[in-house]
């Protein structure tokens, strides 16, 4: 059973602070990695992917990927009230020459004023 | 450039009925991917469907559950004689291909079976 491990939270930080968010999977031979942000009663958005090991950063958002640890994190700079949402983490099991993502169930985040 | 559109919004069913899901990826894009989420759950994979094919449904329970993407219209998620473990929101996304990075996701079905 290939699995996707989050912590489900609550991950509370103040206004302005980093968060950060982990994830861990255990199919060694995925190669590509989602962040999705979900507000409750929506639908997942997409923040970043990533591919190679190291640091991709886009904005306030940084994603890090360790696969010699099969890990996976996301950093949130100066957090907002408006980063609060439930984060998944998505890895690509596909070997099919398709996306198939298995998903975290997601870390909760809230950034309080 | 409309996006993911999914109909019903919310859906109530009583058991032992049907229910139908509609999906209409975005312009332009032939691949569609179903996912259930139960509460306070992730998103888990159902199946992945291109134009007329079904490509992949291991995640779709063996019994009741069916999906299509035809031709034309829209791919329909079709759950028979509904139990209340279905309820559910059930979200569709399309990619412009196979391989592509990027999933985009319609706003859900929201499934209750009372």
């Known amino acids: 059973q290939k699995e996707v491990e989050q912590n489900s939270g609550p991950l509370s930080v103040p206004e302005g602070a980093i968060a950060s968010l982990n994830c861990t999977y255990s199919d060694r031979g995925s190669q590509s990695f989602f962040w999705y942000r979900q507000y409750s009663g929506k639908s997942p958005e997409l923040i970043m992917f990533i591919y190679s090991n190291g640091d991709k950063e886009d904005g306030r958002f940084t994603a890090q990927l360790n696969k010699a640890s099969q890990y996976v994190s996301l950093l949130i700079r100066d957090s907002q009230p408006s980063d609060s949402a439930t984060y998944l983490c998505a890895v690509n099991i596909g070997s099919g020459g398709y996306n198939k993502l298995i998903f975290g169930a997601g870390t909760r985040l809230a950034v309080h004023p | 450039n409309a996006g993911v559109m999914q109909n019903p919004r919310h859906l109530v069913r009583r058991r032992g009925q049907e229910a139908r899901l509609r999906c209409s990826p975005m312009?332009?894009?032939?691949?569609v991917y179903w996912y259930r989420q139960l509460p306070e759950e992730g998103l888990k994979f159902m199946v992945y469907?291109?134009?007329?094919?079904?490509?992949?449904e291991s995640g779709m329970p063996k019994e009741r559950f069916s999906a299509e993407f035809p031709k034309e219209g829209p791919s329909i998620l079709r759950i028979q004689q509904v139990v209340r473990g279905d309820s559910a929101a059930y979200f569709c996304?399309?990619?412009?291909?196979?391989?592509?990075?990027?999933?985009?996701f319609g706003p859900g079905t929201r499934l209750l079976v009372l």
């Open positions: 996304a399309s990619s412009p291909s196979a391989g592509g990075e990027t999933q985009y």
């Open positions: 312009k332009g894009h032939s691949h």
């Open positions: 469907l291109q134009k007329e094919n079904i490509i992949d």
